[in-house]
């Protein structure tokens, strides 16, 4: 594997050599979604990708809205995709556009085009542009429209715009080459009608650009230097270039735009695709597109990742052309590695079984002192209360445990975390077998967990107080696919986790916990990292969802 931070990924190569030779002042970057979803980890890449970028060379980066086709974009989206950028902690200033903004200026060029002869007005309807556009190998047939002149052209582009012809019935096409070996090259279209009501500019227009065209535009209009897209645009490079040179940008004042196309993220059996996360939601499989089992920005914040995180696991990835996916585990490894030291660790109890210390005396609580990190002294203490009546996880007790089971069963001695010594003398049980009540006898020499006499336990469990401890509920999450089927079935449906979900409701915590406001996150010694939830949480009953367990099989390569 590479050193990070020493090589430089391919894009910043480019940029190097490009400023180098002054092909261009300073780096004008942009991330430029199309407000039609929320936005997932893999658009996080690029937002990350493209600000650092900026950020490094010291030049501007840009967000910018793609909004040139009204079908599919809502507001609603425009807003929480607002949201997730700037929690992602990428700055963009003064620098927020919107495709839509550049309309009359789309207009104008496609203008410029017909005036040059190259574009004209075609009649063809969508499924015979299709038939004639050829194969792979066999070129396109040219369009009876290719021959109009530039004034004709000229009428029939302006009668589109005011309306005289209705949708799908006229395109404006690019007149390149239908027998181009690239089949984006063959004529494609640069402006449909479609009588739609726009989010930013209403029923001004009846017609709207086609993403090749506009793209190329909004880049040079705001300078960009450097536009990063994924690899599935890698075809459509010569028709980016195209229409940069046609409308004359090359070498204009402001620099070139460039296309440079990186591999797409993924994550091994993770689901992405809006389309599944829409039926997802629609079929209230998952609570929103925010559920924390999901991975949309909202999401992952939701329950409970850092933008740091974020930035570590993008950095951790790299940028490549090849596509590959990601293991999740690399995302859990990102936020426990950035939780660690900056979060205190408080004590829960997920499933409580009643402790007993017989020999301690009745009504005592003692305010026991507590660092809140261990690893990590600047967090300070706290004082959590310890009392005659406790809980601990009924995993921690067997009453015939194996061997190597070092935690409490009777006749064992072990340690309650930061409290005493204690030994169990037995247990009480229900009529079904289920123990009730554990027993247990405390050394009182044992105060802060360790015994005078340097006698050593191998167990140390952690324990809420009875008394003081409150109940809330806790979830946890595991995967929403079925690993081992993989993402898919044969039919394209997805393969279920009928147990991504657990809902804990009985659980006890320290009292300082109930005090937790949404999107705070804490560890819960030996269960994991775990994070007020941003909806469900009342004050004072929060409801806590697992970010992630200390657990990890997961390892940085070397
Ligand atoms: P999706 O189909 O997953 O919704 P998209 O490409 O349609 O993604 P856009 O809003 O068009 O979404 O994308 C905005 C930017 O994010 C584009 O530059 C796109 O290339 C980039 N992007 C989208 N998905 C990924 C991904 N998985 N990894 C890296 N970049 C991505
Ligand atoms: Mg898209």
């Known amino acids: 594997m590479e050193n990070e931070s020493v090589s430089r990924n391919f894009i910043e190569q480019i940029i190097e050599k490009d400023l180098a030779e002054g092909r261009c002042e300073a780096v004008k970057t942009r991330f430029p979604p199309e407000p039609n979803g929320y936005l997932h980890i893999g658009h996080a890449k690029s937002i990350l990708l493209n600000y650092g970028l900026a950020k490094k060379y010291g030049g501007e980066f840009h967000f910018r809205f793609d909004d040139t086709n009204p079908t599919k974009e809502k507001t609603e989206f425009v807003e929480s995709i607002k949201d997730d950028v700037r929690w992602l902690g990428a700055d963009w200033g003064d620098n927020l556009f919107y495709a839509s903004d550049y309309f009359d200026r789309m207009y104008e060029a496609a203008v410029t085009l017909i005036k040059k002869g190259k574009a004209y007005v075609s009649d063809l309807s969508a499924e015979e542009i299709r038939k004639y556009r050829g194969t792979l190998t066999e070129p396109g047939e040219k369009d009876p429209g290719a021959d109009r002149s530039v004034e004709e052209n000229l009428l029939l582009f302006a009668a589109m715009k005011n309306g005289e012809f209705e949708d799908g019935s006229k395109v404006l096409r690019a007149r390149i080459d239908m027998s181009s070996s690239n089949i984006n090259m063959r004529d494609p279209v640069l402006y449909r009608v479609a009588h ?93 597109w925010d559920d924390p089992r999901l991975v949309s920005i909202a999401a992952l914040r939701r329950r409970g990742y850092t933008p740091e995180s974020i930035q570590n696991f993008v950095e951790l990835c790299g940028v490549s052309k090849a596509n590959s996916s990601v293991d999740y585990a690399m995302l859990e490894y990102c936020i426990r590695e950035d ?51 406790l809980y601990i996880e009924r995993e921690d007790f067997m009453e015939e445990p194996p061997k190597k089971y070092f935690r409490m069963f009777p006749g064992n001695e072990v340690r309650l975390m930061n409290a005493y010594f204690v030994t169990c003398t037995g247990c009480e049980k229900d009529e079904n077998g289920k123990v009730t009540v554990i027993h247990c006898t405390y050394d009182p020499e044992s105060r802060g967990g360790n015994s005078p006499d340097g006698r050593k336990v191998k167990g140390t469990i952690h324990w809420v107080s009875a008394e003081h ?48 406001k949404a999107y705070e996150s804490f560890q819960f010694v030996r269960k994991g990292f775990f994070c007020a939830d941003c909806k469900d949480s009342m004050p004072g009953q929060p409801v806590f969802n697992r970010i992630v367990s200390m657990k990890s099989s997961f390892r940085l390569p070397v």
């Open 196 to 288: 739609l009501t726009h989010h930013n500019t209403g029923d001004k227009w009846c017609i709207y650009p086609m993403y090749d065209f506009a793209h190329p535009i909004e880049d040079a209009i705001e300078g960009i230097t450097h536009s990063i897209c994924t690899l599935e645009f890698e075809d459509h490079r010569p028709l980016y270039d195209w229409v940069v040179t046609e409308l004359g940008y090359r070498n204009s004042t402001e620099g070139t735009p460039k296309q440079i196309e990186f591999a797409k993220l993924y994550l091994t059996n993770v689901v992405t695709g809006k389309r599944y996360i829409k039926k997802l939601v629609e079929e209230k499989i998952v609570d929103g």
């Open 339 to 389: 939780l660690k030291l900056k979060r205190k660790r408080m004590m829960a109890v997920l499933d409580p079984v009643r402790v007993v210390i017989d020999n301690y005396p009745a009504g005592q609580t003692e305010q026991l002192t507590v660092d809140n990190n261990l690893e990590n002294p600047e967090m300070g203490q706290r004082q959590v209360p310890f009392t005659r009546e």
């Open 469 to 516: 401890g409150k109940k809330v509920t806790v979830r946890l999450y595991e995967n929403l696919i079925n690993e081992e089927l993989g993402v898919y079935n044969e039919d394209g449906s997805l393969n279920l986790n009928p147990d991504s979900l657990t809902v804990l409701t009985d659980c006890v915590v320290e009292p300082e916990l109930l005090e937790a």
